[in-house]
């Protein structure tokens, strides 16, 4: 027996290969879409017809956006000085969430891991050297995960990258943190960055 | 600043209305669509846009379906005589999975809820009372919800069918179930319903 038909039965398995929904989750989602045909259905499917006609890759810095370069790169109010590097693209909105960096970005599409066989070439490393050394850059910030993969890819990173400024993000107590919850590599990190008061 | 332009972040508000996603599981669903473009976001609107032209409900039983009558009304092996009534179109499917029933159903659309202010009117009851009345049925299956409402639905629609078996689903220890994380409820009504084994 199919679920409704076979159009139907074609939706949900799709749904269910997004991340965070599973066969059982995007049962419910489909059956509330075709209920809700108006609000919902109609719109959704106009909407991805959209982004799969205008979604793009930002050439200059890995974004995605609706042109060749995105929003971001082609902000005349941005700082074209300073670039954050990040692995993904959610990791850049979720900086652009927090609104304090005004600068442009870089997004590796990736992490270097050996496990994996992500090597510098399948990340867009070597864009991000020439960019450096073509335009004026005068600092790069590292904002990769504090992980090892992440750490092993600021290092590589930073060698890479001549006659501009590397930083990376700051390491410690995040805000609302409660010390006994922390684990010890916080703890140590945020007492060896230890500031006056 | 907007996330990858207006076009997504549409396509993440709406996708946010989906049951089971938030706004950040949404985002991370469309960020993964757009990376998979040609294996998830065109084959998934393309699947909307045909499930939004072909979805209809069955204007006989209210399930789901392609066409003015759906598959399992219209197919030939499945009895007539009796008739599953059930809350939603997913407890339809989920009844189908199970595979064991091999009648038709009757979908009300909802359950009677004086809170909600949902009355026999709003649901398909007065189409069940027709549908039995009209056709050579033998009996009717309440396989509602074991919750207030639920037994109060089932209550009024059995008061309303006549000449006809109306029967219930079997309340009890459900299959793998342990009693020590039974409730009360549940333990009573299997105890009550006890047979010789």
């Given at each position: ?33 075709i ?42 109010n ?9 692995e ?61 993969d ?31 919850y ?16």
């Amino acid at each position: 027996m199919t679920e409704g038909g076979k159009e139907i039965e074609r939706l949900i398995d799709l749904m269910a290969r997004l991340p965070g929904l599973g066969p059982r989750s995007a049962r419910r989602a489909v059956l509330q879409m075709i209920k809700k045909k108006e609000l919902l259905l109609t719109p959704l499917a106009r909407a991805m017809v959209e982004v799969a006609e205008t979604a793009r890759l930002c050439q200059t810095c890995g974004n995605i956006g609706s042109a060749a370069e995105c929003d971001i790169c082609r902000d005349p109010n941005r700082d074209g000085a300073v670039i954050c590097v990040v692995e993904d693209v959610a990791d850049l909105w979720a900086l652009e969430r927090a609104g304090v960096f005004k600068g442009r970005y870089h997004v590796l599409g990736g992490i270097l891991s050996a496990l994996d066989g992500v090597g510098p070439e399948d990340l867009r490393i070597p864009q991000l050297a020439e960019r450096v050394r073509d335009s004026q850059v005068s600092e790069v910030i590292l904002a990769l995960a504090a992980t090892i993969d992440g750490q092993t890819t600021a290092h590589y990173i930073a060698d890479q990258l001549d006659g501009v400024t590397v930083t990376s993000l700051a390491q410690g107590v995040p805000i609302g943190g409660e010390l006994d919850y922390l684990d010890d590599g916080t703890i140590t990190a945020a007492l060896t960055a230890r500031k006056s008061f």
